[in-house]
């Protein structure tokens, strides 16, 4: 899931659709679609649906709408990938010492070695 | 003095290399050096490849991450190419709560230290664009060392070696 909502939010419609949402959801997607006059409602609920399998959006039935709104606490899944993006970056610094270090011994021979 | 400037929420790793910043730079001037260290496939820690590099400001920079059984792909530009100084490239967009989701930035820096060594430093900052996210955001990464970095790393880091020996 957290794969997900990388991906999700990749593209810059659904970027746009989530700010949308966040500023003036929850909407049905009659409305949202207005919004966005040169995309199609087919394509603008294709992309709800993936903003949903994100669980980046959450719906909800009205009557006989569905509104859309932004899901407020996404952070928790995404904490533990965050936590080793930073790991990755200190492993990198070991990789980056050991290959400049290691390849001046090898480039500038100590005398007597 | 830097290119790209550095806000107060940044996540900041460095080491100190025995080796001045002329040549340490030179790990990152082809895509071909920087993938040597910068990729971690099969590390302690995070599976990541690094991808495209072009070496200089509005080149390509992607990496893809491995999260469990899924592939994460970045693909963002050189922001800053300042030998030997600074690297700076963009990473993200990274999604967050509330419908948030923002590129933040990865800075390279080198800083002369005495002796002919280098300080380098890994800084990711930017999360101030996540507005009222930004201190959140920014403390998921920083937790990166304390909260969840295996006994592995710490070994690799402290001794040289994953297994501690």
Redesign the interface.
Known sequence: VTADAFAAVADPTRRSILETLRDGGPLPVTELAGRYPRITRAAISKHLRVLRRARLVRMRRRGRENLYRVEPERLADIQAWAAAFTAHHQQALVNLKRQVEGSRAKDVPRPGS | MRIVEIGALA?R???????PPE??WR?FESEERLR???S?EG????P?YALTYEPRVGGEFSTQ?R??A?????TGTVVAYDPPRELTVEMG?????????EVTL?SFLLHPLDRGRTK?E?V?HGFEAFGD?AE??YQ??????D????TA?KN??ET?SATGK
């Open positions: 996540v790793r460095s080491i100190e290399i025995e080796a040549r340490v790990e040597l260290w910068y971690t590390g302690a820690v995070m990541c991450v999260h469990g899924s592939d994460i792909k970045f967009p990274i999604p967050a709560a509330g419908g948030r989701s990865i380098m890994i990711h996210e959140r955001v998921m990464f920083e937790g990166g060392w909260m969840a970095v295996p790393l690799l880091v040289g």
